[in-house]
């Protein structure tokens, strides 16, 4: 085995980075040289576990946290297609050239073998074919790529049944890929052509799946929906979690737990500040009752809840680590974050889901067609819809069968192992070393 120059570049973003960073400490324990290129708070994180860093240089830091701020003329966009394409553009698209320049720059002085990115990472396909290196993209949230057999991805919606609703889900397609978006496609084939490359005939998503050498799709194909044209590329890989390297806001509450006769495990991540569209509506909807409510805020308004929610079987913390709560909890109310969704279901969990913006509305759809549990189709639900959904999931014996099933398709994967060995085929070459030769290798060292 050759140790490899690997490195991880990722748009600076909770759900872009985190899913990430299990894979890249596996090849780094694996001896290989693994870097990371990210920007903004996540280049301690990724120092934190072990990795150094290339902070962005000539790309701008862009996310939820100073959008606005960066971008105000936004707020005079009328329309909500119009402002989603401005976002498409300023977030992803056009960082693609500052991402190219800062690449050409560490690979000067860090001459990579391969570049590991996030699905969205837009200047991905770009490397792949002006520096003729191994590019993999990590499939972050549902299967996105356009298909014949789908409605267009980004809108939560189910597959069709009906002749009818085929014919109008190609109509969709049509208008999404053609007319709605055109626009961010014809920017993705500018930013191509001033590099001398041949720009692309897919729509500007699709090429985010198809063009690397690998896309590597966190899941498994039973909480996908069924096509028969997938890219040859995409390999599913299981539950790609993010590394742990021990108890964040460890649980020290278990007594409590043995009182209630049932508990509630509710999030809206870490991104989400408004406390307000899930977590107050679950508190509200289980005020007086035998229920226990276990609520993460993500450090956002911790004190106000505890204070205005001072009820007995709420616990309010700013973060908890589900791997220690999830085990204890029957029901999982989430915003369906994608890695939360596939964590509770690894923990026997029927999902109630109130999902929309950032591919989340996708997420909750699946819940829903899989029938692991409820899509609210909010994501600001009542407390009525919270807790009839609570009801429906643990009444109905259908969601614990469906989430055990799936559970059991889950535990047949092995993430980490699956990608060293889709990635060693990319490279013609395996990333680990032969067991007896591994043996030698430490006598020597001995």
Request: with cysteine.
């Amino acid at each position: 085995m050759n140790t490899k120059r690997i490195l991880f570049a990722t748009i600076p973003a909770d759900g872009h980075f985190n899913p990430l960073t299990g894979l890249a400490r596996h090849l780094l324990d694996l001896g290989h040289d693994v870097r990371w290129y990210t920007g903004g708070k996540y280049v301690s994180r990724a120092e934190k576990i072990g990795i150094p860093v290339f902070p962005f240089r000539k790309a701008m830091v862009v996310n939820q946290e100073n959008f606005e701020e960066l971008f105000p003329e936004r707020e005079r966009i009328r329309g909500k297609i119009a402002r989603i394409r401005f976002d498409i553009s300023n977030v992803f698209l056009k960082r693609a050239p500052e991402f190219v320049e800062d690449l050409t720059e560490i690979r000067r002085e860090f001459p990579f073998d391969l570049v590991i990115c996030d699905t969205m990472f837009a200047a991905g396909p770009i490397i792949k074919r002006l520096m003729n290196i191994p590019v993999v993209t990590i499939g972050i949230v549902p299967l996105s790529e356009t298909s014949r057999d789908l409605p267009p991805a980004g809108m939560g919606l189910e597959p069709a049944l009906s002749l009818f609703g085929r014919w109008k889900h190609a109509l969709m397609r049509f208008m999404t890929t053609q007319v709605l978006f055109r626009e961010c496609t014809e920017l993705n084939n500018r930013i191509l052509r001033q590099y001398g490359l041949e720009p692309t005939k897919d729509f500007v998503f699709d090429t985010f799946i198809r063009q690397p050498d690998l896309y590597l799709q966190s899941g498994v194909p039973g909480f996908e929906y069924p096509r028969s044209d997938m890219s040859p590329n995409v390999r599913f890989v299981g539950p790609l979690m993010p590394y742990s390297a021990g108890s964040k806001g460890s649980f020290r509450d278990f007594e409590r737990l043995n009182r209630y006769e049932r508990v509630v495990l509710v999030t809206q991540g870490t991104v989400e500040r408004d406390p307000e569209k899930i977590i107050v509506p679950t508190l509200k909807a289980f005020q007086g009752t035998d229920t226990l409510v276990i609520a993460t805020t993500g450090g956002s308004r911790t004190a106000e809840l505890r204070e205005r929610f001072p009820d007995d079987n709420f616990i309010i913390e700013d973060f908890i680590d589900f791997r220690e709560i999830m085990p204890h909890a029957d029901v999982y109310v989430t915003n369906a974050g994608y890695g939360g969704v596939m964590l509770g279901i690894q923990n026997r969990l029927p999902i109630v889901a109130a999902g929309i913006h950032e591919g989340k509305s996708e997420i909750a759809a699946r819940v829903g067609y899989f029938k692991v549990g409820v899509n609210l189709r909010t994501e600001t639900p009542s407390p009525r819809r919270i807790r009839r959904s609570v009801e429906k999931v643990l009444g109905d014996p259908v969601y614990r069968e469906n989430v055990l099933k799936l559970r059991a398709e889950f535990a047949r994967y092995q993430p980490l192992e699956l990608c060293e060995k889709y990635i060693s085929e990319v490279l013609g070459e395996p990333l680990r070393q032969p067991v007896r030769e591994a043996l030698r290798a430490r006598k020597l060292a001995a």
